[in-house]
Structure formats: structure tokens, C-alpha cells
């Protein structure tokens, strides 16, 4: 088999850490010896064990390590922090072969892991599906290089272009979407770190902003009021998920506070004014947007921007369009 075929393996592996390492990367590792795979791992919750540890623990025979390849989706870490570095676990089972996705951006990394292999003897090969590591690993490179969260945009707009009616009767959302969609909303919340919503949002929809049709942890919840216009009556502000409140006028400055908190990705599920304060600075890098059967004729439109289609299917009759922010 080839090093793109056993790091392919990796990214599937890794994606069983999805919404629980954060903000460590979700990393997979793979090991193999005569072209065939003796091991496995994903990174643990956070504070937990990295790839590389699970992998090279669960190997039976640990006599087979001297001669096997590893595969990794991202650098070996070179640093100590929750756990000892990865690269000197490597390097203490003697493995002669590592072959890394992409390397790590981190400041702490950089290169280090990877040299640090090197002048232990290891063969080092980097770069086997680097594009498609990079994807995977989206999320915590945006935190690292760009010092803010990874920013998903999601709404649900009627087929005539509007979020919401223009008058309703209840204090709860009004669904334009199927149930199918709703769920997987749910599955979003739970495999990213933080969800977002303005003041209107909490006043008109009074919303749980939690994992209930999925199984997984509670986003924590962002409320954005700088005008002190909600008090704990509130769903958002009850004992089911943590709750921030902050008063933070601009993307920018939201995001900053959002980094400084070490949150690494957030879903945008604000009504169309927090939506577009996004939009209109440019900081955001996806965008889920639903559309249903339902019209409304007249209400609050639906946010204005341009991005590039990289998906669309269909979830029964409703459509789900993924646009990313080039």
C-alpha cells in the first residue's frame, strides 16, 4: 500500500476525536509494519493521551516497533504540556519510518517535532496528503494563525429569502427546516467548541442552544449584550451548558476574546444582524446555509454575502448549501 492509502486511514481514524480534544487537533495515527496495520489511535479528550500514544500502546508485540512505519496527520509534538512530547516516544521505540500529513503551526512545534526526529536517525517523510491533513486539521491551524476561532455561519432562510416572519405569536423559534436538519445541526453543536447568538435572538427564539437531538457536549454558549438587555429568565442562562456574555460590538473584538479564552471554533447561529457583523468584516470561513419549502412573503431577510459553493445536497426537500469564505 502506498503512504497516501495509510494516511487516508489516518484522517478516518482521527475523526473519532471529533468535538472531544479540543482545543488540541484532532490527530490520527496509524502504524504499520510489512504493509500491514498493527495499530491504531485517535487523540484522547483533552488532557488525554495523543495519537501517537494510543497507537504505540496498543501495539501487542512492541518488538515489532523497530521496524514499522508510523503515519501521522500532523507533526509530532516536541513540547511537554498535558502529556510528555510525542516525537521522544518515538524516538524511545526506536520506530525508524514516520510519515507526517503536514506540519504543526503551533509556535511551540514548528518544525521541532520533525527535526528532533531527524537527529535521532528516524526517515523522516512529510507532506502525504498535506492538503487534505490541512482541511482536517482546520480548525486549530485558524486558531494558531490567525488567532481567532474557527468561524462556521449557519442559518435556515425560507424559499423566498427571509430567516423569519415578520410577525409571530410564540416565544420559540418559527422551523423552516425538517427535522432530518434540525438533528444535524445538533450533531454540528457537538463537534464544535462555542456557539454564538445576539440579544434578539435570546429575546424573540429564547433558545437551549444545547445538543438535544444528538449525542454529544453542550457548546458553550456565547451571548453577545452590550446593552444589558437580558437578565436569567432565559433558557441560554440555565445549568445545561456554560454560558458567556459579552459586550463586544465588532467581529474582531469578539473573536479576540473568544481566542483569549483558548476557544478554538464557533458556530455563528445569531439572527441576521449578528450574522452579517460577521459577514461584512470577512471573518468567518464557513457558511451552512438551509433552505426549506416554507414561505414567508415578508419578514427579516435572510444575510447578504458571497462565497464559494462547496457543497449542496439534500436533506428530504430541504437544501443544505456549504460555501467557504476565499
Not at 503515519?71 to 521505540?93: A, F, M, Q, R
Not at 464544535?192 to 429564547?206: F, M, P
Not at 444575510?303 to 467557504?324: A, M
Request: glycine share 6%; proline share 5%.
Amino acid at each position: 500500500m502506498s503512504h497516501e492509502y495509510y494516511i487516508s486511514r489516518c484522517l478516518q481514524v482521527a475523526k473519532n476525536g471529533l468535538g472531544t480534544t479540543r482545543p488540541n487537533p484532532m490527530v490520527g495515527c496509524v502504524i504499520v509494519h510489512n504493509n500491514t496495520i498493527i495499530a491504531e489511535g485517535f487523540t484522547s479528550p483533552f488532557g488525554g493521551n495523543h495519537a501517537e500514544v494510543n497507537a504505540i500502546q496498543s501495539v501487542v508485540d512492541q518488538s515489532l516497533l523497530k521496524t514499522a512505519t508510523i503515519y501521522v496527520t500532523l507533526e509530532p509534538c516536541s513540547h511537554y504540556g498535558k502529556t510528555p512530547p510525542c516525537s521522544d516516544l518515538i524516538i524511545k521505540h526506536q520506530i525508524p519510518h514516520v510519515v507526517i500529513g503536514c506540519m504543526d503551526d503551533n509556535p511551540e512545534v514548528a518544525g521541532q517535532g520533525i527535526k528532533k526526529l531527524k537527529d535521532s536517525g528516524c526517515n523522516v517523510t512529510v507532506g502525504v496528503l498535506e492538503a487534505d491533513c490541512k482541511a482536517h486539521h482546520k480548525r486549530f491551524f485558524t486558531f494558531h494563525n490567525k488567532k481567532r476561532p474557527y468561524i462556521i455561519l449557519k442559518w435556515a432562510e425560507s424559499s423566498d429569502g427571509f430567516i423569519a416572519p415578520k410577525t409571530k405569536n410564540k416565544q420559540e423559534p418559527v422551523w423552516i427546516t425538517n427535522p432530518y436538519s434540525r438533528q444535524l445541526v445538533h450533531k454540528w453543536r457537538a463537534e464544535e467548541q462555542a456557539i454564538l447568538v445576539g440579544t434578539n435572538t435570546v429575546i424573540e427564539d429564547n433558545p437551549s442552544l444545547t445538543v438535544r437531538d444528538w449525542t454529544g457536549h453542550n457548546p458553550i454558549r456565547v451571548v453577545l449584550d452590550k446593552h444589558d438587555a437580558l437578565d436569567t429568565k432565559y433558557t441560554v442562562f440555565n445549568a445545561d451548558a456554560e454560558t458567556v456574555v459579552l459586550k463586544e460590538s465588532t467581529a474582531k473584538l469578539i473573536c479576540d476574546t473568544l481566542y483569549k479564552s483558548n476557544i478554538n471554533s464557533v458556530i455563528i447561529e445569531g439572527g441576521s444582524k449578528t450574522l452579517q457583523l460577521f459577514i461584512n468584516e470577512g471573518i468567518w470561513d464557513e457558511a451552512r446555509v438551509f433552505t426549506g419549502l416554507i414561505t414567508f412573503n415578508a419578514g427579516i431577510k435572510a444575510p447578504v454575502f458571497s462565497g464559494k459553493l462547496v457543497s449542496e445536497q439534500h436533506i428530504k426537500k430541504d437544501t443544505l448549501k456549504i460555501y467557504t469564505n476565499d
